[in-house]
């Protein structure tokens, strides 16, 4: 368990050296004039019980003006349903698997679960 866990960190490690050093690369570019610029928008805890674009729909196109950016980040605060479970069976942290997709109709590219 200790070598996997080890190969784990270690890969991960050079995934995210990798990526930066590509955006080195790519900055450094003398070709390159402008400077590179990334926008990134980070929205705080998403705690949605149902699919917002069927519950409130009015909401969709303000929710959407405001999430712009290159990364739109969010935390998902709920375990998703599975097939057969209902949202409304007390538990307070289940969402539906629609909520997902409603993130995505956000703009949202990236998340984290808690």
């Known amino acids: 368990m200790a070598a996997i866990l080890k190969t784990s960190w270690f890969l991960t490690r050079a995934a995210c050296l990798a990526v930066l050093f590509a955006i080195l690369c790519t900055m450094g570019s003398a070709q390159r004039l402008q400077k590179a610029v990334i926008a990134i928008t980070l929205a705080g805890q998403s705690m949605i019980r149902s ?10 196109p303000v929710i959407h003006g405001l999430l712009k950016g ?32 409603t993130l995505t109709t956000f703009g949202f590219n990236l998340l984290s679960l808690s």
């Open 70 to 101: 290159d990364v739109v980040f969010t935390n998902f605060e709920a375990a998703v349903a599975e097939k057969g479970e209902t949202v409304h069976e007390g538990r307070g942290f289940l969402a539906p698997p629609e909520a997902l997709d």
């Open 51 to 60: 699919d917002i674009r069927a519950t409130a729909p009015a909401a969709v």
